[in-house]
Structures are given as C-alpha cells and as structure tokens.
C-alpha cells in the first residue's frame, strides 16, 4: 500500500509525494493553488502497530484486559500484561491506559504533558479593566474588582503557562481592582453622608 | 504538580494575534508545540519531530482581499473627509476610518502575501495557524526541517518516486478470528474555499435590508444612526468571513439562492450608491441642493434632513455593493475549483 499523501488544504485532492522537493513549488492538482510541499522519512516508514492483537494459544502468556490475545508487553507501571491494543508506547517506556490516567492524575512523568492552562491573570486583568474603561458597565466594576483580587490571590502560584510569562498582570490587576474598590468606597462614603447631612438640615427631611 | 515548563523552548518565526485569539509555535528538543490561545484558555498541541511526516503550504488570496478591504475603507474615509463642504463631524469620521485603514494597508503589503500551512502525521492533519504569512511560513519551516531531518534523518533521493508507484504493499497476516485494523482516517478536506463568505454575507444583506425598512419606520436620528451602525457591524463581520474564506477556512455550505441575494445586494447597492453620487454628491460637495433626492427615489417614503445621514447611508449602499460583487465573483470561483457539499473520504 502507497504511504498516505498529504492532502491539499483548500480542495482535499492527494498531492503528488513525488513533487516534495523542498523549495519547490507545483499547483495543486485540484484547485491550482500554489503549493510547496516538504516530505520526510517517516511517510515511507509502515505504521509502528501494523500487527493487529493476536488470538492466544493454551500456554501463551495473556492479556489481562483481554484474555483471549496474546500479551506482548508487560506495564512499566504496575506490571500487568498487555496485549498490542492495550499497549500505549510513550517512547521510553510502555504502560496501561490505568496507569497512564493515573500518572496524569498525580501529574507524574507521564501527566507532566498538559494540553491546556487557564489564564487566571489575564481573567483578573480583564475584570479589573474592562468595567472601568467600558462607561456602559462601570457599574459591574463593584463586583469585577473584588473578583479580580480573589483571582489574583487565589492563582497566584499556580503556573499559567507554558511559556515564559511573569506575574505582571496579577500584578496590574490588583492595583487597579484594589484602586476601584477605594473608589467605590469614596463615592458611598460620599453618597451615604450627602444623605445624613441631608436629613439632618432644618426644614429638611421627608416631603 | 510537577513544573510542566521544565522543558526548554525556543519560538519559531510566525505567530498571529486576532483580537482575543493568538497563535505561536514553539521547538523543543524533540517535539513541536502549537500554542493557541482563545480569551483565557492556552491550548498545546505537541508533534514529536519522529512523527511529523510532511508540511504543506499554499498560497491563498487572504492578503488579497484585505488588500481590497483597506483600499475600500481608505476610499470612503477619504470621501468623507476630503469634500470641501463636509461638516467637522463627517471629517472626523472621515478621518478616523481613513488612518487606520491607510496604517493597514501599508502594514499587509510589508507583510507580504498569505498561505496556509498544514502539518501531516499519520493520524493527524493540523492547520498550524501561527504561520499564515508566506515569507514567515517558510523560514518556520525551514528550521523546523533542519530539526526533523536530524531526528529522522535526510529523505533518499529515488525514495518519493519510488514510493509514488509502489504497489500494494505486503498485507500482514489475516490471523482467524480478528478484524484486520482498519486503515487510518483521512482528515476531512476543507471543503470548497470561500463558502462562509457566501453565508455571512446573505445574513448581512438581510439585516440590512430590515435595518433599512427599521430606517424607513422610525424617522429619528438617533435610531436610524444606530440601525446603520449595526449594519456596519454586520458589514464588519462580513468582511471577516470573506478574509477567511478566501484563506480557506469555510464551511461546506452553499445555498443556491444566495446567487439572487448576492444578486440583489449588488445591483440594489451599486443603483443607491450611483444615483446618489449622481443626484446628491455634486450639492454635498459645493454645499447646496436637497440630500434625499436618490433615498426618496428608492424608497418613496423616507425623507432625511441630516447631509451627514444621507451620506452615510450612500457608503453603506457601497458597501453592499462591494460585497455584493465579491460574493458574487467568490462564489463563481468556488463553483468552479469543485462546488458541492463535503463529505469525509473513506
């Protein structure tokens, strides 16, 4: 069987494998678009798993998933046979799929590959800015900055990336929510006192 | 948990920002990692260099449009700002639509033309969206060759050609009782280019066309500036689909009476715009004569004392008609790389 060819991102047409000269540029096949294409050693290489699970003999060694295959390996972790499907080839070693959960779990070698961070400190920077500078939800701003210094305290030893990054915008998000929740503390100050002084002038009061 | 960025990495060259969206990628000792970030959530997708079997890159019509895009905005900016007779307020306008679509323009044409890069593994077809610029595209993946090819080594010369002919290749062995494993699946094509376009832009013309009758209705500034306004923004939008769709990103869908839509919005546009120009735009620009003479004449009913509204709505008119005609002319050239729906191979 031909290695699969890489197919044309616009119209889906198979490229020509032969035409992967790097640097060198062909139209697609089907649309004509002008294409370049980079070729390596691994699409001539047969898949690694080729050989489906095999049936078990009396005295073969078993799967302990499925007992009627043929272990092929045993877990790097807990030691249990696998078959060919239940094997999961990390390069340097082979486990279970228990294992492997579990290792991402306790965020062990395995789990160290994390597919995904939540960005609290752009969350908390985005709830301290945004109310303030949108005039239509200033208002929200005496909920944002409280939440935006929860954030901040909350996530703030927690990794965010995994790229380079500081803790600048923590940083910037606690000056400006803390700067907010003094302002809003101003202006009820400011607003509670109008009415008592208010109330107390003579010839005030209820009309 | 263990510190997950123990692992050295080095950014390649490329990387896109588009509002709350952003893409890079990055070289490990032994993997690629594509970072996409969407508002506050970061993304990795990982390709060990043993694994990355071949990169593809093509060059689509995105810098093309923006191109056209910038040019059409720095017009009616201009339009706006430049007449003699326009009030302070049209100048700002004028102004602040015509600078930074000038700043994009120059910015896109440094840049330089667009493409859209796929990385293939023997399971997997990933767009790599940080490198959607030819010139950046190709010395990404220039040091991302010179990292693969010490991991895999370098490819045989006869080897591509011998592999294109090759035969079927030894089947293993059928062992009773158990399924062959079936052969892995294909991604799904991207489809037909310039498809969402089509779709965003007959939204557009509908809301634009009950924006209008909205204007028709309501007779007061305030409320017809504001059914303008969200007709720009649905004009923005549609701008926005159609740079996606021409780097082909779309979505299989095509409805046949979009052509009457497109249609419609192209000739309706094109006839407001120019019997305006003709009717009105001489007495904007020497400061005399009625403003509504064209917007009466289409609509019979609708009578603005506002220059700067008729004005507006003559650019919004134009607007129509300029998407109306790349749609037009899109959906022509979609129809004719391959239209249809899109199925998955098997």
Known sequence: MAPPAPACPSCGTALPVAAGAPGGSFPCPGCGAPTELFVFPALLRPPANSTPAVASLPGDATCYHHPDRVAVVACACCGRFLCGLCDLDLGDRHVCATCLHAEHEDGGPAGRRVSRFVQYDSLALALATIPVLTVAFWFMSCLAAPAAVFLAVRFWRRPMSLLPRTRFRFLLAMLIALATIVGWIAILYVAVDGMLAGGTEPGGGAR | ?346
């Open chain 2, 1 to 346: 948990m263990t510190d997950p960025r123990a692992t050295p990495l080095r950014r390649l060259p490329g990387g896109r920002r588009h509002g709350p969206f952003r893409a890079s990628c990055w070289m490990a000792e032994d993997h690629l990692v594509c970072v996409e970030t969407s508002w506050f959530v970061e993304r990795y997708r990982r390709f060990a260099f043993r694994d990355i079997e071949s990169i593809v890159i093509q060059r689509n019509e995105r810098a093309r449009v923006w191109t056209i895009l910038w040019i059409v905005f720095l017009l009616i900016g201009a339009a706006m700002a430049l007449p003699p007779a326009a009030d302070g307020t049209v100048r700002v306008l004028g102004a602040l639509l015509a600078v930074p679509a000038l700043l994009g323009l120059v910015i896109n044409a440094m840049r330089g033309p667009c493409c859209a890069t796929t990385l293939h593994t023997r399971v997997s077809a990933q767009d790599a969206r940080a490198w959607r610029r030819l010139r950046t595209a190709r010395q990404a993946v220039a040091e991302l060759a010179a990292a693969v090819g010490t991991v895999q080594g370098a490819l045989p010369d006869d080897s591509l050609a011998a592999a294109a002919g090759a035969g079927a290749a030894t089947e293993p062995a059928a062992v009773p009782g158990l399924r062959p494993m079936p052969p892995p699946v294909a991604a799904a094509p991207a489809g037909p280019p310039r498809r969402r376009l089509i779709t965003a832009c007959a939204a557009a013309l509908l809301v634009e066309a009950a924006a209008t009758a909205m204007a028709i209705g309501l007779r007061t500034a305030p409320m017809m500036m504001a059914v303008l306004g969200l007709s720009f923004l649905l004009f923005g939008l549609c701008a926005t689909a159609l740079v996606r769709g021409a780097g082909g990103r779309t979505t299989p869908v095509l409805r046949s009476w979009t052509w009457w839509l497109f249609g419609y919005l192209a000739v309706r546009g094109t006839v407001a715009y120019f019997w305006g120009l003709v009717r009105y735009m001489p007495a904007a620009v020497t400061g005399g004569g009625q403003a509504t003479d064209w917007v009466v004449l289409l609509f019979d009913t609708w009578a603005a004392d506002s220059r700067f509204l008729a004005v507006f709505f003559g650019l919004v008119s134009l607007l129509s008609a300029t998407f109306g005609f790349m749609g037009i002319l899109m959906a022509l050239r979609s129809r004719g790389a391959g239209g249809g729906g899109m199925k998955p191979e098997t």
